[in-house]
C-alpha cells in the first residue's frame, strides 16, 4: 500500500550535514565526524542503542543541545542555509518553518495549560503572522485532517490530559507539518505506543513526508520498526557511525560487526531462532578509547582495531554503503533471514498429563473502581514458559501481580500445586512465598539503592533460608555465577551498575529464594536490544532447567523466541490462547491478526 | 572576584560558614558561663549604661552587664531548640512512615489529625499550651516538637509514598518481610537525606520559636539570662544602649543562620548529586 | 512565626518536596470523587468550565473543612478550658480564698460536665457570641472585631506589596539563573529567612525610626477612633516586617517552580518549534510556574496569620495579635478561645480558596 504512493521523480537535496562534533562542556565528545544527506521525500533513521548519540544529532539539527553540551563544529544546511551558524532571531525562524522537530514522549511535551488550538495557532502565529482569523482556522482543520485526527471545534479546545497517547503524538506531527517544512526530525517518536498505534502513526508520517516531499530523518532504537519505515539507515555506536547503508542493502548485507549482531539480536516474530546477544554493554562517554568504539565487543577484533579509528569508507564509488571497520571479511556473505514453518528446535516439550504446577481459576480485578480482570482461568504446567500478551491496559500485568500476591483488590482462586493459595502475598506461608518470584520491568528500581547486592541477596537468604547463612560467601558467588555476572561485584551499589547487570542481580535474588515459577514482567523493555537477547537467553536456560516462566511482554518477537504458550489479552479478558507456534502462525481471532500484522519485523514476508 | 564569585556558586561554603556559625555559637553557649565576668544577676552600673572599661557591652535595663548575660543567656535556647527539633523529628518520622506504608485507614486518620493541628500556626499552639500548663523548659520544648510534628508527618509520609511504589519494596512486600523490617531497612535509609535537610530547617524554625516565645515573655522567665527574654527587657532603652538589644539578636540570628545554611548546603549538595546521577544515565 | 518553609521547596529537592505539598489534599479528594462516578469518555465534551465532579468536590472539600472546624473549636476548648490547670485559680491569682475560686467556678460553669460546657459555649459560638471577656466585661465580639479589621487590613497591605514584589523578583531571577546577582540574591534571602521577625522588626526600627534614619514612627499610635487609611505611616513599619520575612520563602518557591518548567520538556518543544522567547516565557513557562506558587501564597498568608502576633507586640499594633497576648497574659479565656478559633479558620478558608484555585487553574484537576 505504501509503495504505491507516488513518490517524486527527481528528488532535491533536503538536508545535507556535514562533520557535525558534539561535545559536552568539559570536552568529551558526545558525537563526532557526523555527515550525511537526506534528499526531499525521503527517510532516513538513525539507529543506535543508548549512549549511541541519536537524540544529540537528532536535535542538533535544529542547532538545539541539552544542557551541558555544545556543538563544537559542523555545517547542518537546510534549503541552503547553515542552522548552525545563524542568530537567535534566524534561528528561531528556521525553527518549527524549515526544520520541525517531533519530540520522544508525547505526553509531556505538549503544554498542560493551553488547548489543542492554542498549540497550532501559536505555532501559525509564529511563522506565518500574516495569517488571518479564517485562513488560520483552516490552516489548523487542515493540519488535524492531515494526521487523521478529528478537527471539529469539540476536540480543538480539548486539553493534552485529554487525548490518548497515540492523539497526543499525532497532534505534536501537526504541529510539525502545519508549517510545510523541509525537514522533520522524529526522535523516537513512537517508543511510548502501542503496537497497533504505533504502526498507525509510522504510515501516516510516510504517507505525510512522500506527499509533501519532506526529509525525515527518523530516529530509533528498534531495527524493525526502521525497516518498515526508512529509505536509508546509519547504524551508530558510541557516538560515531559504523554503518550506512539503503534499508535494503542493510538488511540484506549488513557489514558492520555491530549490525550484524544488532540484527541477530532483535526476537523476531518471524524467526524461529533465539536472538543472539552481543557480549558486554555500551561504552559510557568517557571510556571510549582511541581505537573503534565497538573493538571491546566485537567478535573479529585484532590488535589494530585498539589504537586506529577505523574510517567511514564508501565500499565502491557507485554504491551508497559506506562502512567503519578495518576488517571486514573479503566477501560478506548476504545474510539469510529466512521465515521459517516449523516449530522451533528450542521449545521445551511439555508433558499433557502431569499436575499444573499453578491454576487461576476466575480471577477479576478492579482498579479506581473500573474492572481491569474479567474472570480470567488458565493453568500453568511445570518447566513451561507461558507468555501473557497485551496491549497497554489489556491487565497481563495485572495478572502477573495477583499471582505475586501484589494486587490486594483482586478476587477468585488460585492453586499452587494443587494447594489453595492466598491472593494476597501477606497470607502465603513462607513455604509457598518462595516459591513465586517476580521480575521488574524497571531495574533501575529493583533494588534497594542503599544496599550492596551481598547485602540484598543475602537478606534475602536470611530470610527464607537463615542455614545457608554460615556459608554466606559462596552463597553470593554462585547466585552471581548462575547469572552469568562477575561475583567481584557483590560490593557495589545499584547506582555502579548497568540496567542489564541490574536486571541479572534481580534475577539472582529471585534464584537464591529456589523458585518453582519465575513471572518476568516486561524484563527487558527498559534495556537495549543486545543486552535483552543476554537476558532472554539466561531465562530459557532457567526454564530448560525445570523452573516455569510467565512471561508478560507486549512484544511478539520474544513470545516466539522464549515462549511455548501463550495467551492474548484484550480489555483484561483472554481474547485467544493456544500454543505459541500455531497461535503466531494460524491465528484466529481478529485482534491477534491485528496484533501480528502491526507488529514490525526484520523478515520480508 | 574570582574568588567572591567561588564562593557564593559553592555548596560547600555554604556548609563551611554554616558549620562554624554553628558551632561557635554552640560553643559560646556551652561555655558562656564559665567565662562570663560577672554572675548573670549581678547589678554593675547605672541602668543602661554604655560600653565602658569592664563593661565591655555596657548594662541593660537592670543594669546588669550586658556581655555576662549575654554569655549565660544562650544554654537555654541551644539546647531547647536541638531537643524539639529532634523530638518533632522523631515523633513525625514514627508517625508519617505508618501513615505511608499502611495507607488506607491508619493513614487518613494520621493525616487528617495532622492537617487539624496544621490549621494552628506554631506560635500560636505553642502560646496557647504554655499559657495554660506553665513555662517549664522541657514543657516548651516538648510543646514546639508537637507543633513540628504534623509537618515532618507530610514530608514523611509523601516521601515513604513516593519509594513505596519502588520495585524493591514490593519485593520485600512479596517476601513477607516483617513490616518493621521494611520501614527500617528498605524505606528509612531511602528518605533520610531529605529528612536531615528538614532537621536543619526545624532548627533554625525552633531558634526562631523560641527565642520569639522568650521575647513574648512567655519562654524563660527573668530574672534569668535568656537571649530573646533580653530583647524584650531592654527595648525600652532601644536609643539609649542599643547593644543590649543588638548583641543578642545578633547572636539569635546567627544561630539561625548558621543551621539554615547547614540545611540548605546539604540539600543543595545532596540534590546536586542527584541530579548528575541522572544526567549519566541519560547521556 | 517563621513556620512558612513548612513545605519549605529550596531546601529539598522538588520532586521530593512536592509530593507532601501539591499530592496533598486536592488529588486526593479527587481520586475520591472520580472513584464513584464513572468518568465520562474523553471524546464526550463537558460543557462550561465546572463539570460536576468538580462540584462535588468542592462541596465535599468545603464541609471537611467545616469538620475541621468543630474538631479545632473542641481542641481549643479543652485546651483551654479542660488542661490541668483552674480557670479559676488562674484567674483570682494563688492568694485568693478556695471559697471565692469555688463561686468563680460556678460562674464559669467549670462544675458543669466537659460536654455541657462545649455545648453551652459554642451554641452562641455559631452566631458569633463568643461570652464576656474576663478582663474587660465587655462581649468578646466586640472587644476583638476592631482588631481583626486593623489584622486583616495589615495583611492585606503585606500581601499587595509581597506578591509582586516576589514575583517580580522570582522571575527575574529564574530567567537570570546562576547569574551573580541570582546568586548573591539567594544568599541574602537565606539570611532573611534566617533572621527571626522580632529580629528583623527591631533592626527596621533601629535603621529606619532611630539610630541611622528617622522616617517611620517606631511605635504603631494608631487612633481607634480614626481610619487606620489616614494613618498609614504607621503601618509601613510592621508591613515592611511581614514582608521582609516572607519574602524569601516566596522568592525562592516561585524561581525554584519556574526553573523547573523551563527545564520541562514542553518548553523545550515549544522553543524547537520556533515560537518567541516571549511568547514562551509569558504563556508557557510562568502560568505553570504560577500554580505552586498558589499554594504557597496560601501558606504565607496563614503564617502571616498567626506570625503578625510578634510584630503586632513590637509595634504595639493593635491586631488581633497583640490582643491574644495581651489575652494570654491576664488569662482572658473567652477571649484566647475566640482569637484561637478565628485564626485557625482563617487557615482552613485560605487553604480552601488555594486548593479550589489550583483545582480551577489546572485543566486536568478541572476536567477530571
Known amino acids: 500500500m505504501l509503495n504505491q504512493l507516488h513518490v517524486q521523480p527527481q528528488a532535491s537535496l533536503a538536508l545535507e550535514v556535514k562533520n557535525l562534533d558534539v561535545s559536552l562542556n568539559d570536552g568529551t565528545a558526545i ?30 539539527l535544529l542547532a538545539h543541545t541539552r544542557h551541558g553540551a555544545r556543538i563544537v563544529h559542523g555545517e547542518v544546511n537546510v534549503a541552503g542555509l547553515n542552522v548552525l551558524r545563524l542568530d537567535q532571531e534566524a534561528l528561531r525562524q528556521v525553527r518549527g518553518k524549515q526544520v520541525s522537530y517531533v519530540p520522544q514522549n508525547p505526553s509531556t511535551a505538549l503544554n498542560p ?110 531495527l524493525a520498526v526502521v525497516k518498515k519505515i526508512a529509505d536509508h539507515v546509519i547504524v551508530l555506536y558510541g557516538g560515531r557511525i559504523a554503518e550506512k547503508a539503503s534499508a535494503t542493502a542493510l538488511f540484506s548485507r549488513p557489514l558492520h560487526p555491530y549490525s550484524q549482531g544488532l540484527i541477530n539480536a532483535i526476537p523476531d516474530i518471524h524467526l524461529h531462532t533465539i536472538p543472539v546477544p552481543i557480549i558486554g554493554n555500551a561504552p559510557s562517554l568517557q571510556s571510549r578509547g ?54 522451533a528446535s528450542s521449545r521445551v516439550l511439555v ?110 537468604v536470611r530470610h527464607y533460608f537463615p542455614s545457608k547463612l554460615k556459608d554466606s560467601h559462596e552463597v553470593v558467588a554462585a547466585a552471581l555465577k548462575r547469572v552469568a555476572l562477575d561475583p567481584r561485584i557483590a560490593d557495589s551499589f ?72 501463550v495467551l492474548v489479552l484484550k480489555h483484561g479478558r483472554i481474547v485467544e490462547s493456544g500454543e505459541v507456534d500455531t497461535l503466531l502462525d494460524q491465528p484466529r481471532q481478529p485482534y491477534t491478526k491485528e496484533l501480528i500484522n502491526d507488529s514490525p519485523s526484520i523478515v520480508d514476508i | 572576584m574570582h574568588a567572591i564569585k567561588q564562593f557564593f556558586y559553592s555548596n560547600n561554603s555554604q556548609i563551611n560558614v554554616g558549620l562554624l556559625l554553628t558551632s561557635l555559637i554552640l560553643l559560646l553557649a556551652i561555655l558562656g558561663p564559665w567565662l562570663a565576668p560577672y554572675a548573670a544577676q549581678e547589678m554593675v552600673d547605672a541602668r543602661y549604661s554604655l ?17 555576662s548575660r549575654v554569655l549565660h543567656g544562650g544554654i537555654s535556647i541551644v539546647w531547647m531548640s536541638i531537643a524539639s527539633a529532634l523530638l518533632g523529628l522523631v515523633l513525625g518520622v514514627v508517625l508519617g512512615l505508618v501513615a505511608g506504608f499502611f495507607k488506607g485507614r491508619v493513614d487518613q486518620v494520621i493525616i487528617w489529625t495532622a492537617d487539624i493541628f496544621l490549621a494552628f500556626p506554631h506560635l500560636i499552639l505553642v502560646l496557647l499550651v504554655v499559657s495554660m500548663l506553665g513555662r517549664d523548659k522541657w514543657l516548651i520544648a516538648i510543646t514546639v516538637a508537637i507543633a513540628f510534628v504534623p509537618g515532618v508527618i507530610r514530608l514523611t509520609r509523601g516521601l515513604a509514598l513516593s519509594i513505596s511504589k519502588h520495585e524493591y519494596i514490593e519485593v520485600a512486600e512479596m517476601m513477607g518481610y516483617p513490616h518493621h523490617q521494611i520501614l527500617l531497612r528498605e524505606i528509612l535509609p531511602n528518605i533520610l537525606t531529605p529528612l536531615l535537610i528538614h532537621l536543619g530547617t526545624m532548627l533554625s524554625w525552633s531558634v526562631a520559636l523560641l527565642s520569639g516565645l522568650s521575647f513574648l515573655g512567655y519562654g524563660v522567665a527573668p530574672p534569668e539570662a535568656d537571649w530573646g527574654l533580653m530583647v524584650n527587657e531592654n527595648k525600652g532603652g532601644l536609643q539609649i544602649q542599643p547593644f543590649s538589644i543588638l548583641v543578642p539578636i545578633l547572636l539569635i540570628a546567627l544561630f539561625a543562620l548558621g543551621t539554615n545554611l547547614l540545611a540548605e548546603g546539604f540539600g543543595r549538595k545532596f540534590s546536586r548529586i542527584n541530579e548528575s546521577t541522572e544526567v549519566s544515565e541519560h547521556a | ?31 475520591e470523587v472520580t472513584e464513584h462516578s464513572s468518568p465520562l469518555p474523553s471524546h464526550v465534551r463537558k460543557k462550561g468550565i465546572i463539570s460536576t465532579n468538580l462540584l462535588k468536590w468542592i462541596a465535599k472539600r468545603t464541609l471537611s473543612s467545616i469538620l475541621g472546624l468543630f474538631v479545632i473549636s473542641m481542641l481549643v476548648f479543652v485546651a483551654t478550658q479542660a488542661l490541668p490547670s483552674d480557670p479559676a485559680r488562674v484567674i483570682l491569682g494563688p492568694e485568693a480564698s478556695e471559697e471565692a475560686t469555688q463561686i468563680l467556678r460556678h460562674q464559669l460553669g467549670l462544675d458543669q460536665s466537659l460536654v455541657t460546657q462545649y455545648l453551652h459555649w459554642i451554641k452562641p459560638a455559631l452566631v458569633g457570641d463568643f461570652g464576656i471577656s474576663i478582663d474587660s466585661k465587655m462581649p468578646v465580639v466586640n472587644l476583638i472585631a476592631g482588631k481583626v479589621k486593623n489584622t486583616l487590613i495589615l495583611l492585606g497591605l503585606t500581601l499587595l506589596v509581597l506578591i509582586p514584589a516576589a514575583f517580580t523578583i522570582g522571575i527575574y531571577l529564574a530567567l537570570h539563573k546562576d547569574a551573580l546577582l541570582d546568586r548573591l540574591a539567594i544568599s541574602f534571602l537565606i539570611f532573611v529567612k534566617a533572621v527571626p521577625s522580632f529580629a528583623i522588626a527591631y533592626g527596621l526600627v533601629m535603621l529606619l525610626s532611630t539610630l541611622v534614619f528617622n522616617i517611620f514612627p517606631a511605635v504603631s499610635l494608631i487612633q481607634a477612633n480614626q481610619s487606620v487609611w489616614s494613618q498609614l505611616q504607621f503601618m509601613v513599619l510592621p508591613m515592611l516586617t511581614l514582608v521582609l520575612s516572607s519574602l524569601p520563602y516566596l522568592v525562592r518557591l516561585i524561581r525554584g517552580s519556574l526553573i523547573e518548567v523551563l527545564q520541562s ?40 496569620l498567626g506570625g503578625a502576633l510578634v510584630v503586632e507586640v513590637v509595634f504595639a499594633y493593635p491586631g488581633i495579635g497583640s490582643a491574644l497576648n495581651a489575652a494570654v497574659d491576664i488569662r482572658d479565656i473567652p477571649v484566647i478561645q475566640a482569637v484561637v478559633v478565628f485564626l485557625a479558620s482563617g487557615v482552613m478558608v485560605i487553604n480552601l480558596l488555594a486548593d479550589v484555585v489550583t483545582v480551577l487553574l489546572t485543566p486536568k484537576l478541572r476536567t477530571a
Request: aromatic content about 4%; hydrophobic content about 40%; some cysteine.
Open chain 1, 290 to 343: 582511541a581505537g573503534c568504539v565497538f573493538e571491546p565487543r566485537c567478535k573479529r577484533a585484532k590488535l589494530e582495531c585498539k589504537t586506529s579509528m577505523p574510517a567511514l569508507e564508501p565500499l565502491s564509488a557507485r554504491e551508497d554503503h559506506a562502512v567503519a571497520c578495518i576488517n571486514l571479511p573479503a566477501h560478506a556473505p548476504q545474510l539469510k533471514i529466512i521465515r521459517s514453518t516449523g516449530p
Open chain 1, 494 to 565: 545499584p547506582k555502579e551498575l548497568s540496567g542489564g547487570e541490574l536486571q541479572r542481580v534481580s534475577i539472582a535474588r529471585a534464584l537464591v529464594c529456589e523458585p518453582s515459577l519465575l513471572i518476568c514482567d516486561e524484563i527487558t523493555s527498559a534495556l537495549d536490544v543486545s543486552v535483552q537477547a543476554a537476558i532472554l537467553e539466561l531465562i530459557k536456560s532457567l526454564q530448560r532447567n525445570g523452573l516455569a516462566i510467565i512471561f508478560v511482554t507486549h512484544n511478539l518477537g520474544i513470545v516466539r523466541s522464549i515462549s511455548d504458550r
Open chain 1, 351 to 460: 508433558l499433557g498429563s502431569q499436575q499444573p504446577l499453578l491454576e487461576v481459576k476466575h480471577l477479576s480485578a478492579s482498579f479506581d473502581g473500573k474492572q481491569v480482570l474479567k474472570d480470567i482461568s488458565f493453568h500453568l504446567k511445570k518447566g513451561e514458559c507461558l507468555a501473557l500478551v497485551g496491549e497497554s491496559g489489556s491487565g497481563k500485568t495485572t495478572i502477573s501481580r495477583a499471582i505475586a500476591g501484589l494486587n490486594a483488590q483482586a478476587l477468585g482462586s488460585l492453586y499452587f500445586n494443587g494447594q489453595a493459595l492466598a491472593l494476597a502475598a501477606r497470607g502465603r506461608s513462607a513455604a509457598f512465598s518462595h516459591q513465586i518470584q517476580y521480575i521488574f520491568q524497571n531495574p533501575y528500581q529493583s533494588l534497594n539503592p542503599r544496599q550492596t547486592v551481598r547485602q540484598t541477596l543475602l537478606n534475602t
Open chain 1, 113 to 222: 495549560l493551553i488547548t489543542i488550538r492554542s498549540h497550532l495557532a501559536d505555532v501559525l502565529r509564529s511563522h506565518e503572522p500574516g495569517l488571518d482569523v479564517a485562513q488560520q482556522q483552516a490552516s489548523i482543520v487542515n493540519a488535524l485532517k492531515e494526521v487523521e485526527l478529528p478537527h471539529e471545534d469539540a476536540f480543538l479546545h480539548r486539553y493534552p490530559h485529554q487525548l490518548s497517547g497515540g492523539q497526543q503524538q499525532r497532534v505534536l506531527l501537526a504541529l510539525s507539518f502545519i508549517t510545510r517544512p523541509s525537514v522533520i526530525v522524529l526522535d523516537e517518536p513512537t517508543t511510548a505506543l502501542d503496537v497497533t498505534t504505533q504502526a498507525k502513526v509510522l504510515l501516516t508520517v510516510k504517507k505525510l513526508c512522500q506527499h509533501y516531499g519532506v526529509a525525515a530523518v527518523y530516529v530509533s532504537h528498534d
Open chain 3, 1 to 31: 512565626m517563621q513556620n512558612l518553609e513548612l513545605k519549605d521547596f529550596s531546601s529539598v529537592t522538588p520532586e521530593q518536596i512536592s509530593l507532601p505539598a501539591t499530592a496533598g489534599p486536592i488529588d486526593r479528594g479527587l481520586a
Open chain 1, 31 to 60: 558525537v563526532s565526524d557526523i555527515s550525511f544527506t537526506v534528499l526531499a521525500g525521503q527517510i532516513l533513521a538513525l539507529v543506535g542503542e543508548s549512549g549511541s548519540g541519536k537524540t544529540t544529532i537528532a536535535t542538533a
Open chain 3, 265 to 304: 520538556d514542553f518548553i523545550i518543544s515549544a522553543h524547537l518549534r520556533g515560537l518567541s522567547r516571549t511568547q514562551i516565557i509569558w504563556k508557557y513557562a510562568i502560568p505553570n510556574a504560577v500554580i505552586p506558587a498558589i499554594q504557597a501564597i496560601a501558606l504565607i498568608s496563614s503564617v502571616l
Open chain 2, 51 to 67: 560600653p565602658q572599661a569592664g563593661i565591655a557591652l555596657g548594662t541593660d535595663y537592670l543594669g546588669q552587664d550586658v556581655f
